[in-house]
């Protein structure tokens, strides 16, 4: 195992390359950068400004300017000197290649640079909107698998009861209502939408949480834990259960289980000791793939809504203003966990079922 978990860590880095290479390709060449960011900005002042003095059309500023050619959308009547002293400041002055290699040499000394618009290093802003994606992802997941892996069981053991009955059409409405309008009734309800003021509307803590004892703190952190979360597990159990329930329910009419049951093995054992390690393979390996969807996409809506600033939302804001140093930063890190969890599931697979030797894969 040591060889196989070695030579998995070594293709991290191909990989790595890889993907952020294909991605500077396509962020490059899309349209609205940076540098039309700031131009649009600028019209934008400019255009306002006369307005308020009366001077007509807010572009006539820039038709007194050079008329020079652009590469820039927009940049048409602006002084090209401008644009050249924001070409530098961004680094386009230099060749697409000398940018993204030079963008690897400093990721390999975790220097992520510094975001274009909020003057503040990439990496400082990823060490502080870390911790709320991460406290969604991990309590989300937690009570997905906490709750949907005994609820599948007890359904595919009690299969077309009363309770296999109801508790599906729970997961029916579960599965049909998205986190997102879940959370706003949540929000309506319990939140001093309209009726109940029972939890936080916002943020991860409390104003003055530093001066709590840990009591206090640890109370608090929950507190405003319990809506979002509560919102992304509703959304998220519903697949997880029907995986546990149908994986199950395809064991338990497996000959080995009708072998051990004939040889008077309590339901208990054949339940727990033959079944359940063989049913919860397909389970466990899907554990890196629920939970990077979580972390990644399930807590955008979910970290606006309850003006939550984590990280999701961060790339999202830094995705729509073009900033290319916070854009590629958290693709690294966002990247970097996902290979690790795939990691981390391969393993847990091993441990679930030691007939299953890694070291010899070729993979």
Not at 6 to 23: A, D, E, Q, S, Y
Not at 250 to 279: C, D, M, P, W
């Amino acid at each position: 195992m040591p060889s196989y978990i070695l030579k998995r860590l070594l293709l991290v880095i191909p990989t790595l390359f890889g993907i952020m290479l294909i991605n500077f390709a396509i962020i490059q060449s899309a349209p609205g950068g940076p540098i039309e960011q700031i131009i649009s900005k600028v019209r934008g002042q400019a255009g306002d400004a006369e307005s308020r003095l009366g001077g007509g059309d807010g572009g006539s500023q820039f038709d007194k300017m050079s008329g020079n050619e652009s590469l820039y959308r927009g940049a048409q009547g602006i002084d090209p000197e401008f644009i050249k002293e924001l070409e530098k400041q961004f680094g386009f002055d230099k060749p697409a290649h000398e940018r993204f290699f030079k963008m690897i040499k400093d990721y390999i000394h975790l220097d992520f640079g510094k975001s274009y618009f909020r003057d503040t290093p990439v990496l400082t802003l990823i060490q502080q909107k870390l911790p709320v994606s991460i406290s969604l992802g991990l309590w989300t997941t937690l009570l997905i698998y906490l709750i949907s892996i005994p609820l599948g069981i007890r359904k595919a053991i009690r299969d077309g009861s009363r309770f296999d009955m109801w508790t599906s059409a729970v997961i029916v409405v579960g599965y049909a209502v998205p986190s997102f309008l879940f959370a706003l009734f949540l929000i309506l309800f319990f939140a001093g939408g309209s009726y109940f003021t029972w939890f936080p509307l916002k943020g991860l803590v409390s104003d003055g949480w530093e001066t709590f004892n840990w009591f206090h703190k640890a109370t608090d952190y929950l507190w405003h834990m319990v809506l979002p979360v509560t919102a992304m597990v509703i959304g998220g159990f519903a697949k997880l259960t029907l995986l546990t329930k149908n994986s199950f329910l395809e064991e338990i009419n497996k000959q080995y289980v009708i072998t051990a049951r004939a040889k008077g093995v309590s339901e208990h054992a054949v339940l727990y000791a033959h079944v359940f390690r063989n049913a919860m393979l397909i389970v466990i390996a899907g554990f890196p793939a629920a939970f990077i969807h979580i972390f990644f996409t399930s807590s955008l809506l979910i970290e606006f809504l309850f003006s939550l600033d984590g990280l999701g939302y961060m790339g999202f804001e830094a995705a729509l203003s073009r900033d290319y140093p916070l854009m590629f930063g958290t693709l690294f890190i966002y990247t970097l966990i996902g290979m690790v969890l795939q990691l981390i599931g391969d393993l847990t697979y091993m441990l679930v079922d030691r007939r299953i030797d890694l070291s010899a894969s070729r993979g």
